[in-house]
Each structure stands twice: as structure tokens, then as C-alpha cells.
């Protein structure tokens, strides 16, 4: 079974400034990918970015990218150019890519993350 | 495309009533699933299925009921509801198919309170 462990309840960034949201988990698994999502109050999940656990290089989607240290388990998402929009509950959450347990998500606790104007 | 629609959107329960939630996706999608969401937590899975007649259990499956006839549709069934189940409830789904990611792909979420 995976763990997930979100250690920042609550995180605060200066609109334009840039904000890391730490994640570490555990997994028995060498095949998996991660993800990040978002939920603004709307409460509606959206997909931040994706990881693939075999691929060294790490995943960047515009102003969002990720720190992906496989030996350490961790999985960090920085935020470059904070703006008000990006105000929500983050997630991280693995999956594992095969086995019987495939697909199956296995969320964090959040991270709150404020934008100041 | 409508993604993952989810009905209702509210409901309000009385201990002992029972009810069904219904999700559907239109993204031919094999696995869907069921979260709840309790207050300032992360999703918690409740059951699963990897296709149509298979179904299986996940993190918090008790008083819960599912089933898959169809590969559009995954009701959830609250046999006997209790104030416990108070929650807000997510319907998700994804394809398996090899090394597309799994992205789950969500539907706007069922704010149940059972009184």
C-alpha cells in the first residue's frame, strides 16, 4: 500500500513570487507515476502536472514544474509567478502503473496555498 | 464531450434513508471510481472498477454499495445512511490503456449531509 505525506498544512506566497508544495511517499512499487492536483474552492479536481516514475527528467507544464527524487521518494511542485488563481488545496497523489492495484490514487492531505496580492 | 457528470449535486439525508449517486463518463474510460472527501482531508477511495461487471473495494467500502453494468455508468448505493457518511462524495475515471498516465478525470463533486 502507499503513503502520502503533505508535512505543509498551509503555505503563503507574494503574487509573482515562487512557492514550493513538498510531498514525500511510499511505495513498494518501481513502476508508478505521480500527480499533482488542484482544488480551488469550486471544489472541482483539476490536473496540475504528471510525473512518469522511469523518466529522469522532470515534468514542467508552464509556470508549474516538479522535483522528482526517486531514491528519496519525494515529489515537490514549484510555482513560479504565484498568481490569485492558483489560490486552492493542493494534492499529491501516486499511482501505481501496474500490478493488481493499478490506477488506483492514494491522495495527500493538502496543502492549503494562499496568494497575496 | 460532458466528461465525468455527476447527480445530484446536493442531498440532504435522513439517518436510516437510503439513496444512489449517480456518475457517468462518456470518454469510454474502463476504470471509475468513487472518493469521499471529509473536511480539510484529502480523498479517501471507496470502491473501484476496472470494467464493466468488475468492481472492488477500496480504502472505506463500508455501507457502501456499487455496481458496473455498463461502461458509462458507477452508482454508488447508501443502503441505511448514517451522519458518519456526511461527506462530500467525487466520481472519477481514466483510461488503462498502456502509458497513458492514468490521469483521473473528476466529476464536480456530491455534498451529502445526513441529519
Known amino acids: 500500500a502507499q503513503t502520502v505525506t503533505q508535512s505543509q498544512p498551509e503555505m503563503s506566497v507574494q503574487e509573482a513570487e515562487t512557492v514550493t508544495l513538498s510531498c514525500t511517499y511510499d511505495?513498494?512499487?518501481?513502476?508508478?507515476?505521480l500527480f499533482w492536483y488542484k482544488q480551488p474552492p469550486s471544489r472541482q479536481m483539476i490536473l496540475v502536472i504528471r510525473?512518469?516514475?522511469?523518466?529522469?527528467q522532470n515534468a514542467t507544464e508552464n509556470r508549474f514544474s516538479v522535483n522528482f527524487q526517486k531514491a528519496a521518494k519525494s515529489f515537490s511542485l514549484k510555482i513560479s509567478d504565484s498568481q490569485l488563481g492558483d489560490a486552492a488545496m493542493y494534492f499529491c497523489?501516486?499511482?501505481?502503473?501496474?500490478?493488481?492495484?493499478?490506477?488506483?490514487?492514494?491522495f495527500g492531505q493538502g496543502t492549503i496555498l494562499t496568494v497575496h496580492p | 464531450n460532458a466528461g465525468v457528470t455527476q447527480t445530484p449535486k446536493f442531498q440532504v439525508l435522513k439517518t436510516g434513508q437510503s439513496m444512489t449517486l449517480q456518475c457517468a463518463q462518456d470518454?469510454?474510460?474502463?476504470?471509475m471510481s468513487w472518493y469521499r472527501q471529509d473536511p480539510g482531508m484529502g480523498l479517501r477511495l471507496i470502491h473501484y472498477?476496472?470494467?464493466?461487471?468488475?468492481?472492488d473495494q477500496g480504502e472505506v467500502p463500508n455501507g457502501y454499495n456499487v455496481s458496473r453494468s455498463t461502461t458509462e455508468d458507477f452508482p454508488l448505493r447508501l443502503l441505511s445512511a448514517a451522519p458518519s457518511q456526511t461527506s462530500v462524495y467525487f466520481c472519477?475515471?481514466?483510461?488503462?490503456?498502456?502509458?497513458?498516465?492514468?490521469?483521473?478525470?473528476f466529476g464536480p463533486g456530491t455534498r451529502l449531509t445526513v441529519t
Open positions: 510525473q512518469e516514475a522511469y523518466k529522469q
Open positions: 497523489a501516486p499511482t501505481n502503473a501496474g500490478g493488481t492495484s493499478y490506477g488506483k490514487l492514494t
Open positions: 511505495t513498494s512499487e518501481s513502476d508508478y507515476y
Open positions: 472498477s476496472v470494467g464493466a461487471g468488475i468492481t
Open positions: 470518454m469510454n474510460h474502463e476504470y
Open positions: 472519477a475515471s481514466s483510461s488503462l490503456a498502456f502509458r497513458v498516465g492514468y490521469e483521473q478525470y
